[in-house]
């Protein structure tokens, strides 16, 4: 099977590949004045009416991290969206697909069926 990969100018790094990061936040400390009821994050003597900390809020206060894993390794960053978007449901905190170099084996192997578009630039 004859596979070709073409990459506009601005995208071009060596030998790239592209990687399913699934987004998991990880509490690191309590934040102060909350209280946790059912996993989430609420103001101490808080009613019904009260909304939970969101994710951002807790890592605006320091009190998680953002951890990326990778769950899966793509030929190409059309193909690594479309996959992830047909199952985004699984990802509730966030996915992205990231562009890395490939070294070694992998690296020469790409170089087989990769084309690079020139870059083209227009003065004013």
Not at 14 to 22: G, K, N, S, Y
Not at 113 to 118: D, S
Request: glycine share 4%; with cysteine.
């Amino acid at each position: 099977m004859e596979i070709t990969r073409t990459y506009p100018a601005d995208e071009i790094t060596r030998d790239p590949i592209f990687l399913l990061q699934t987004r998991r936040i990880i509490m690191t400390q309590e934040p102060r004045g909350y209280e946790c009821i059912d996993f989430e994050w609420f103001p101490e003597g808080s009613t019904e009416d009260d909304e939970p900390l969101t994710a951002k809020q807790l890592l605006e206060m320091e009190c998680a991290v953002e951890h990326w894993e990778t769950e899966n390794v793509f030929f190409t960053r059309e193909e690594g969206q479309a996959w992830a978007d047909a199952r985004h449901y699984r990802w509730p905190e966030g996915y992205r697909i990231y562009c890395v170099c490939a070294e070694g084996q992998l690296a020469e192997l790409l170089k087989k069926h990769t084309v690079k578009e020139k870059a083209t630039v227009t003065e004013e």
